[in-house]
């Protein structure tokens, strides 16, 4: 027995394509919506512009609704597309004629009561037929939409340029070849590899098999599977037809059936178009990494605080702390010189908030700008290396428009930086409370001092009197020779000095955890700068890089 290649099996031996959701449309549609917002000018215009446009389309395709199945019958010139168009329609609709190519406009055949003018309109099809219901098998085929467009090789432009704009519309493409161009590049390279990306629904078909002997047919056809699947396109549904042979359209038939009664070929090429522009758009994105900009920044943080003159406000408290520990608690007699002396601190305008009580949000407003040094060139440059590291490192791996947001975010050029830090310092309390040793040396001092000079008076009383050669008894300690004045000034004058080297030793012991005290306050200033102004706004970026790449994953998964 011969081989038949118009038996028709079994429908479930033929492949099975996979149901599409409408609610996975959506899904693609929202992720691929949410990664152009997120995306920006970091995503190629063009790809973006081709993007937005496929989104239009799918809003207005699922607007318009499935009920209608858009089939594209395409296929290149002499290949006897339309003659198959006629035989499927059952009327001589589409115009066959021995010039190339003859189908300029699309036209469409409708099977069903009604005609989806709205549809129509939207697909920019002016030609319509609607099958009479007398046509075999017309309810299997109920909501079929088909179209026969031009040439897709055609040399006239107007006619390609049709081709193109109604395939890439249409809900399932049926594409039509014959024995001598089944293999043709345009129809592979340009067509069938990118439907294949895209996964769209498409049935193959290899006309005018009647032209060749059954073992050829065989061949031809088994040659056309292994091409297919060398372009991807793995799922296709492949068939032979024939205008001529008794039988030719009927697998075609059959396959159109199955596709129109599934009501989900739309869903399924909407779902395909979305899953491809996303998987383009995936090369412009880098890989979803943990913790780009977590970690510690010392570096950063130890760079900006050079160059913001951390180490001048510390030597500053240091020996702020040590002036007003003299001030406070040296000798009486000699302590007043103190005033004289500049506070270090002041000098540089970091004792506002030490010297009045006031709330952060009005030190905001109180405080101007202080007189720390600039920054060194030195300090600059260290500033430039932290902060060109912190972006190499949150931009690993990220394609170039990504890397160049991040290195911009790491590196503010416009100023802001060098107030803010300015700011950050003014802000800080530099002056802790005054120890509670302070009082009690100076209470001390007060005490030696009263000695001393309650001593020297006594002793220029006795002095007086014994000038107008009055005598008048003196009590004295360990028998005559030690007088109680001379001792009360002699003691408090050594007390009060002793207490002073004392006092001055506490104070550098002091100035020094002062300075520490300072700098753990100053410190996690400046960190809280570097977070507001670099790592933060490098972490944005992070963030919508990974977002992106997140939202791209999701709609062509």
Known sequence: MSWNPFARGKREERPVVAPVSREEVDGRAGALQRALTLGGAALPADDVAVARKLLARVAER?????????????????????????????????????????TSRASAAIWGESVPGELLDWLDISARHQVHPSMPRYAEL?????????????????????????????????????????????????????????????????????????????????????????????????LPTSTIATGGGELLIDALADLVQSKNASDRRLAGDLRHQAQRLNSHVGAVRPQRVTGSNDELVSALADSAGVNVALDAVERDYRVEAARRTG?????????????????????????????????????????????????????????RRLGERASDGMPAPWADEVRAAATPRDGSMTDALDQAVMRTPL?????????????????????????AVWLLVLFGFSMMQIHVGVPTLGGDWLPIPLVMLVVGLLLGFLLALLARSLARAGAARARVDARE?????????????????????????????????????
């Open 331 to 387: 000798w009486p007699f000699t302590r007043w010189t103190q005033n004289l002396k500049a506070k270090p601190l002041s000098r540089l305008g970091l004792d506002t908030q030490a010297e009045a009580n006031l709330s952060r949000a009005d030190r905001r407003i109180a405080l101007g700008k202080s007189s720390l040094p600039p920054a060194s060139p030195a300090a600059r440059a260290a500033v430039d290396l932290a902060t």
């Open 142 to 238: 109920d909501g079929l939409v088909l179209l026969d467009l031009p040439d897709f090789d055609s040399r006239v432009r107007e006619h390609r340029a049709e081709a193109d704009r109604v395939l890439e519309m249409c809900d399932l493409f049926v594409w039509v070849t014959d024995p001598q161009k089944y293999a043709d590049a345009v129809l592979h390279e340009q067509y069938v590899r990118q439907l294949a990306v895209a996964k769209a629904t498409s049935v193959v078909v290899l006309n005018q098999v009647d032209r060749l002997t059954p073992e050829a047919a065989q061949s031809c056809l088994a040659d056309l599977t292994r091409l297919l699947e060398e372009d991807g396109l793995t799922d296709a549904v492949v």
């Open 521 to 557: 306050r100053l410190y996690a200033a400046i960190t809280e700068v570097a977070q507001e102004r670099i790592v933060a706004p490098v972490a944005a970026v992070v963030t919508r890089h990974d977002d992106t790449a997140k939202a791209l994953a999701q709609a062509s998964e």
């Open 431 to 455: 002056r802790g409370r005054f120890p509670a040793w302070w009082r009690v040396a100076a209470v001390l001092q007060w005490i030696f001092a009263a000695v001393a000079l309650a001593g």
């Open 62 to 102: 699922s607007r318009l609704g499935g009920d209608h199945t858009v089939v594209a019958l395409a296929g290149a010139t002499g290949s006897g597309k339309s003659s198959l168009f006629n035989l499927l329609v059952g009327e001589p609709v589409s115009r066959i004629g021995a010039r190339r190519p003859t």
